[in-house]
Structure formats: structure tokens, C-alpha cells
């Protein structure tokens, strides 16, 4: 039986010093952590512009470079931290959703090495796997290293350019590792996660490739007869493409995040002597031309050496030798089948032959040890340009959490990984967007509102005012949830309100005398109707004397019956002594007019609430109209009085968000006259730290409306669309209205086109001004899901359950555990 070996025998690595990894034979390497593009984001344009970032970055390193690309994906699930401080009902049951919640973790290195000038190469045969190497017999020239650093230097700096992607250097403790954590060449020999614990394991070359209690199968592309007849920067991905558009993924991601098992995808460029390599070619070309005769193989073989030549010179390409493979791994014998069938699939996906190597399995193993890529096995590469090899690079990376503090969870489109994803202040901070405000467009049973209350309860848990404008009861059961104030009109329980109130902490400043002055108006004079200056001046002193007077009489509760007494009692004794003539100001008829807001009138209800009152301070406000909209007197008032709600909170709550989000209720206030209100709130609420929403349904709303055509889309950076599959044959003209990109188009079009069965989730379009679009998934948990359903049987159970158990809660939680049982 063989004797075990210490790997510090075999260890190809002499030392990390200054950041850089040294090897036995006196090659140097450079280690970057890469931060890739997010997968299904770029565009056709986007892919061709990363592929040349790539191809000008790696042609600038010096000859005799190595070009190591290394990504890892690595199965880990989900970590719920239930230790929040003061989580709520909803937030607890969404992190115990998705708890264990398996995804692919991504991590991607790039390393460069230098080989010192002479170095003879690698085979299978002569790897020092096998020999033990002696120190180099040329020392390492300080101008060759310092040419190496320059050239290193450039390739950061042409990738970090390129916009697509970010470059950190490692330092020694990430190469070497430290007690806690691993080093990122024990993170290669042991297989081990970036935050694990370090650990010894053994590693079986024998009879297969073995790393502790994993069983691991290698994959390579190391053939020119192996590899796709066509190769390019981008290929379609045909589950997400439509009739009328393509969407792409990098021309490898089969191979990358595509690929859902624990795997390393190597990706080597070598880079020689230019000169050198053409001068073997012509040479090799000529050989084949005196064996031409004998073979037709040899004459093909001719003539593709000859073209390769001609194209080489013709064309200045770059010739190098490549290799790619895959080491996928896993602890479960059981799953071996598994993993052999999905990356072979994946490699003839893109028309490549899979090759699984046995016999030189372990000499490639060992060469991608980080620091050892100048032993890789010559053997085992092929010759091509930059070009083509470049399109094998692995492009992209999985969603990204953002680290913002506010923001929406939802989930990666794949796997249902949760994402923070802040659609607010980190695109301002980053100059993306100008403006906070949003635009929200899905027809009927796209999952509007349910994604609408999801984003609305995010705001609100993050301290954010919101006030809601609802037609339709859908945030009914949300705002009973966070005990918000519920406006609604029925027959038992009229929609009340009291404009008068000043609540604590608030004062009667100018706003809201104005605000009390048009709502008189309104009720006063019909829409035709003009005022003049006296009867405005009049209503200013009557307010005025009536306020002065609740300050000194403390038992004068503020509402509109007590200011209809001042007026009818005292302040008509006031105009009499200022000798105010009835033309300028006819008393009699203004409270003949506001007689039935008055106790025992027809509306006495409306002006005169007891309850819900201190509305600045309260942070979840929904109007619901769907009774009113149609009313000639409740709902013009009702608006005027949202609007003086929100234009309240916009000016007095300083340094606190505020959110104003109008359903389809927008269009009947439109119609009241209130355009311009909505016209003056989108193009102002962002200097009060505030945002407004509208959401809409229907095309032709957007089209027919001169409100919604100028001042809420030109306003709205951020625009979210929902699946739009209806509208696919007539899409041109929303694309046109609304500004959206080729590439947008073509996310948008792919909205729920590959759904995975198994979850029950809709997807959403989310635009941060042109610059940023992404689709996510919105997968709540069973808790979030009846708070915020809009199905009518749903909501009628919720409610029952709610009086049932004594708290909408309590009754969720039981209905939870009713379906799961």
C-alpha cells in the first residue's frame, strides 16, 4: 500500500510575499477578486463591448503571461437572522420562508503569472506533480518583475474602465489564509467555501480524484476537434426569447452560473512569444505540406495551419494557446450521476463535445492550484486567438444584494434568492436617478398590487410616511396589519374627517389656513364660480378669529360644527362692525350653502370626525374612494383633503421619507381638476425627501391621458412594468412612450416566460432611469401572501379569522397553519 505524502513535499507555491505568489520555479502570480455584471442584464451591444474589454486587457500582458480565470460556484443555502431588533410580523415570517433557501454562491479570480524567460514546459508527463523542482537557475530580474506589475497594472486598469467590471487585488492573509479563515490556495486543494473554517483533508489521485469525504469529476475542453463550430461574445437564451425579441447570456454561462452544482470553471490563456509560436507554425505548415501526399488528413491539416497563419499576420491577431474545464464535486456518491449529466449537458448546450478526464485528471487538478498555472500540461491546450478563447471566459455573476438600509426584498430570478434592492436612495446617491418618484404599469392579474403592497410595506417598516390613494380595497388588510388609518365610505360607517384639528406638535401655519380656505371654497362655489378678493379676505379673518378663540377656550373642541357656531354667532357681529356690505361678503349665503355639514345636516358627518385625527403623525394613511369617485360633493372634498394631508407631511416632516402612491383613483382625480396637483407633485416632492407613485392598468390610460403622457412619466426615473404579454403585438408604442431600450424590451417581454413551477411567484420589470433594469422575482411567504391578497374569497377568510383569533395576526398565523397542515 502507498505511504501517504505530506503535501508540503509536493507544495509547487515557495512563498507569499507582497501580495504576490511565488513559486519553486520562479514564477510569479498576481490574484484578483473580480465583481462581474449580473446575469440577464446585458444587453447583445453590452456582451460585444465586454468581450473587446477582455481581448484589449489580456492582449497588454507582457509574453510569457499566464491568464488564470477562476469562478467558483458553490451550492450554500440561505441564513435567516431572526435576531433583528424589533422585526416585525410580516419581516419574521419572510426570513423563516426563506431560510435554507438553496442558491449558487459565486466568487471569480482572476491570476496572472509570469514565467521567467526559458522556462521549459509542462506536460503530463513532466509536471512537478511528479518531480520535485530545484530553485531556478536564473534569478528573478527586478525589471522584468516591475514590466510584469505595469503590464498587470494596465489590465486592471483597461477592465476597470470598461464599466462592466470591478478588480480588487488579494492581499497576502486571502492568498495564505489565517487561522480563521482560509487562504484562497487551501480554499483550492481542500475545496473549501470562502468563511469556512480551515480544515486538513485528505486528496486521492488514485483511482479518480478525491478531497476529503468529496467525489469530484473533471471536464475539459482541451481539444480543437471538442469545441463549438461557431463561438461569440453572446448566445440567445431561448427560454426568455420571444418572437419579436432574442435575450442573451454570455456565450459560457451554460457553463458558469447556469450550471447549479458545486463546480470550478477554469478558464487558461497562455501567452507566448508571438514570433516564436508563428515561426513552430510555419514550420509545422511546411512538414505537413511534404506529408501532404500521403494523408488527406495531412493536407487538411495544411491547410488550416496555413489559414490560421494567414490570419494571424493579415488580421495582427493574437495567437495563444487555451484551455478550459470544469471540476464539479460533490459529497453524495449518489448524486455522481446527477452531476455528470448536467455538465455534460451543459457543454453541449453550446455545441461543444464534453471529454471527462480520468488518466490526466490529476495533473490538471494540480495545475490550477493558484501560483502553479505555468505547469499546466501543454498537452492538454490548443492554439487559437484571443478572440475565440475569450468568448469561453464566463461573463457574469448572480443578483446582487444591495447594502443600502432601505430597500425591497425580492428574489433572483433563478433560484428565488432574496435581494435587497434599493430603488431609492442608492441609484440618487449614485447619480442614476434624479428623482425618488416611480411609475408603476400591469394589467389586471399581473401581480400589481400584490407588488405594490410588498414595496409599500418595506417603505413603512423603514420609517417611511406613506399615504395611499386606493380604488378597490386592496391594502385593506396591510393597513390593518400595521394599525394604519383605513378612510372609506359606507352607508354604517361614512368616510370622516376634521380639517380644523391642529394635532400635537403641529401648528396653524400658513399651509393650512390656505388648505381650510380652499376646501370653504370648494364647497362654497361650484367649479364655474370665481371668488373675489373680499370674500377671500373675509374667510382669512374668520379663520383667524376662530382659531384665536380655540386657543383661549380649552373646552372648544376644533371642527367644522364649532366654526359654523363662530361664524353664525359671533363673526357675523364682526362684519357688521367692520361694516362689510353684502356683496362683498354674503354670510347669509355661505351658511345657507355649508348648512348640511353642519349637525343635523345631510354631510354633518364629513368635517366632523372625533377619531383618526392626528394625521401628520400618523404613518400609514389609505383612502379608499371606490364608493365616492362618482359623488359630486364627498369626492372633491375628499381630495382636497388628501392633497392637504400629504402636502403637510411634505413640508413639515423634515428629514423622514414620504411616499404618496395613487392607484387607479388618479384618473377620477384627474377628471376633478386636480391634474394640476399631480402635475406640481411629481415635479416637487423631491426636494421634501419624498416620492409619488401612480399606478395604472390599462395602455390607453397612459396614451389618453395628458397627465400621466407629460408630468408623471417625464417625472418618474423609475418605471416598473408588469408582465406585459397581452400587450406583446402592440408593445412598440408603450416602448416608444415610455423611452425603454432594446434591451429593455426584451427583459420586459421576458416577464414569466420560464416560471419555475414549484414556487408561486410573478415577476416585475424594474428601470432605474434607463441605466439600470433588472427582473426579480416577487415571492413572499404565506404570511405576507394573505396580508396582502386581493382575492375577494381570500380577504373575506382573512377578515373572518381576524375577528375569530382577536388580530388580523393571530388569524393569518392560524389560517397559515390551517393550509399546512
Given at each position: 500500500m502507498a505511504q501517504p505524502i505530506d503535501i508540503e513535499q509536493l507544495l509547487p507555491v515557495y512563498k507569499v510575499e507582497n501580495d504576490c505568489l511565488l513559486s519553486v520555479r520562479g514564477d510569479i502570480t498576481l490574484a484578483y477578486e473580480l465583481t462581474l455584471p449580473e446575469i440577464f442584464t446585458l444587453s447583445n451591444e453590452e456582451y460585444e463591448a465586454f468581450h473587446q474589454a477582455w481581448l484589449k486587457a489580456i492582449k497588454i500582458l507582457p509574453k510569457f503571461t499566464v491568464f488564470h480565470k477562476q469562478d467558483w460556484f458553490i451550492a450554500d443555502k440561505i441564513q435567516a437572522d431572526f435576531e433583528q431588533d424589533d422585526i416585525s410580523f410580516l419581516s419574521r415570517a419572510s426570513e423563516r420562508f426563506f431560510n435554507e433557501r438553496p442558491f449558487l454562491n459565486h466568487k471569480c479570480y482572476v491570476l496572472l503569472t509570469k514565467k521567467p524567460g526559458g522556462r521549459k514546459p509542462s506536460t503530463s508527463l513532466y509536471s512537478n506533480l511528479l518531480r520535485r523542482s530545484l530553485v531556478p537557475e536564473q534569478t528573478i530580474n527586478p525589471l522584468m518583475f516591475q514590466e510584469f506589475l505595469d503590464g498587470a497594472g494596465q489590465f486592471e486598469r483597461i477592465l476597470t474602465d470598461s464599466g462592466f467590471v470591478g478588480l480588487r487585488r488579494l492581499n497576502s492573509d486571502e492568498l495564505a489564509g489565517t487561522d480563521q479563515q482560509p487562504g484562497l490556495l487551501a480554499q483550492y486543494l481542500f475545496l473549501q467555501a470562502p468563511g469556512e473554517v480551515p480544515a486538513l483533508k485528505d486528496i486521492q489521485l488514485k483511482d479518480g480524484l478525491k478531497i476529503g469525504d468529496n467525489v469530484c469529476q473533471l471536464y475539459t475542453l482541451s481539444d480543437a476537434e471538442d469545441l463549438p463550430p461557431a463561438c461569440g461574445s453572446r448566445i440567445n437564451y431561448d427560454r426568455y426569447c420571444t418572437d419579436r425579441t432574442k435575450f442573451s447570456v454570455g456565450f459560457a454561462a451554460t457553463l458558469g452560473q447556469l450550471l447549479s452544482c458545486n463546480h470550478i470553471y477554469n478558464q487558461y490563456i497562455f501567452i507566448d512569444d508571438t514570433a516564436k509560436t508563428l515561426k513552430n507554425l510555419e514550420a509545422k505548415r511546411r512538414r505537413l505540406q511534404s506529408l501532404s501526399a500521403y494523408s488527406r488528413e495531412n493536407a487538411i491539416s495544411r491547410d488550416a495551419t496555413a489559414d490560421f497563419l494567414n490570419e494571424a499576420i493579415s488580421a495582427q491577431r493574437l495567437p495563444v494557446k487555451a484551455h478550459f474545464n470544469i471540476l464539479a464535486w460533490t459529497d453524495d456518491p449518489a448524486e455522481l450521476k446527477d452531476i455528470r449529466n448536467q455538465v455534460a449537458s451543459a457543454m453541449v448546450q453550446m455545441d461543444a463535445t464534453p471529454k471527462q478526464q480520468t488518466d490526466g485528471a490529476p495533473q490538471i487538478f494540480w495545475a490550477g492550484l493558484p501560483g502553479n498555472e505555468a505547469d499546466f500540461p501543454v498537452n492538454d491546450t490548443f492554439d487559437t486567438f484571443a478572440e475565440q478563447a475569450v468568448c469561453f471566459l464566463n461573463m457574469e455573476t448572480g443578483y446582487r444584494s444591495s447594502p443600502s438600509p432601505v430597500g425591497i426584498r425580492l428574489g433572483d430570478r433563478m433560484t428565488g434568492r432574496p435581494v435587497n434592492v434599493d430603488i431609492s436612495d442608492e441609484p440618487m446617491k449614485r447619480g442614476i436617478i434624479t428623482n425618488r418618484n416611480k411609475f408603476i404599469l400591469g394589467p389586471s392579474g399581473s401581480g400589481k398590487s400584490f407588488f405594490t403592497n410588498h414595496m409599500v410595506r418595506s417603505y413603512y417598516e423603514q420609517g417611511t410616511h406613506i399615504v395611499l390613494v386606493d380604488v378597490g380595497h386592496s391594502y385593506r388588510g396591510l393597513c390593518d396589519l400595521v394599525k394604519g388609518y383605513y378612510f372609506t365610505y359606507d352607508e354604517k360607517n361614512p368616510i370622516r374627517f376634521n380639517p380644523f384639528y391642529i394635532g400635537a406638535g403641529d401648528i396653524l401655519d400658513t399651509e393650512k389656513k390656505e388648505s381650510i380656505k380652499t376646501l370653504l371654497l370648494a364647497l362654497w362655489k361650484k367649479d364655474d364660480e370665481v371668488f373675489g378678493r373680499a370674500e377671500y379676505v373675509a374667510l382669512s379673518n374668520a379663520l383667524q378669529g376662530y382659531f384665536e378663540k380655540v386657543d383661549k377656550d380649552g373646552s372648544l373642541f376644533p371642527c367644522f360644527n364649532t366654526f359654523y357656531d363662530y361664524l353664525q354667532n359671533e363673526f357675523i357681529e364682526v362684519l357688521k362692525a367692520d361694516k362689510v356690505k353684502e356683496k362683498d361678503f354674503d354670510i347669509d349665503n355661505f351658511l345657507y350653502v355649508l348648512r348640511p355639514y353642519y349637525k343635523g345636516g345631510e354631510f354633518d358627518y364629513l368635517l366632523n370626525a372625533t377619531e383618526n385625527l392626528d394625521l401628520l403623525t400618523e404613518r400609514f394613511i389609505v383612502f379608499e374612494l371606490d364608493n365616492i369617485k362618482d359623488h359630486p360633493i364627498l369626492f372633491p372634498v375628499?381630495?382636497?383633503?388628501?392633497?392637504?394631508?400629504?402636502?403637510?407631511?411634505?413640508?413639515?416632516?423634515?428629514?423622514?421619507?414620504?411616499?404618496?402612491?395613487?392607484?387607479?383613483?388618479?384618473?377620477?382625480?384627474?377628471?376633478?381638476?386636480?391634474?394640476?396637483?399631480?402635475?406640481?407633485?411629481?415635479?416637487?416632492?423631491?426636494?421634501?425627501?419624498?416620492?409619488?407613485?401612480?399606478?395604472?392598468?390599462?395602455?390607453?390610460?397612459?396614451?389618453?391621458?395628458?397627465?400621466?403622457?407629460?408630468?408623471?412619466?417625464?417625472?418618474?426615473?423609475?418605471?416598473?412594468?408588469?408582465?406585459?404579454?397581452?400587450?406583446?403585438?402592440?408593445?412598440?408604442?408603450i416602448q416608444e412612450l415610455l423611452g425603454l431600450t432594446e434591451k429593455e424590451k426584451a427583459l420586459i417581454l421576458s416577464i414569466n416566460k420560464a416560471n419555475d413551477p414549484a414556487r408561486k411567484y410573478k415577476e416585475v420589470f424594474i428601470s432605474l432611469a434607463g441605466m439600470l433594469s433588472r427582473v426579480y422575482a416577487t415571492e413572499v411567504s404565506p404570511e405576507e401572501y394573505m396580508a396582502y391578497t386581493t382575492e375577494e374569497s381570500e380577504k373575506v377568510k382573512v377578515m373572518q379569522y381576524a375577528r375569530k383569533y382577536g388580530s388580523i395576526e393571530k388569524g393569518i398565523a392560524a389560517l397559515v397553519n390551517e393550509h399546512k397542515k
Open positions: 375628499v381630495t382636497i383633503i388628501i392633497m392637504e394631508v400629504f402636502i403637510s407631511k411634505m413640508r413639515k416632516l423634515k428629514g423622514i421619507r414620504k411616499m404618496i402612491l395613487i392607484e387607479e383613483a388618479w384618473k377620477a382625480i384627474a377628471k376633478e381638476g386636480m391634474a394640476e396637483y399631480i402635475k406640481y407633485l411629481f415635479k416637487t416632492v423631491r426636494k421634501f425627501y419624498g416620492e409619488a407613485i401612480v399606478v395604472t392598468q390599462e395602455v390607453e390610460d397612459i396614451i389618453s391621458s395628458p397627465v400621466v403622457k407629460q408630468a408623471i412619466i417625464n417625472n418618474s426615473d423609475c418605471k416598473i412594468l408588469l408582465d406585459q404579454s397581452k400587450y406583446q403585438n402592440k408593445f412598440d408604442a
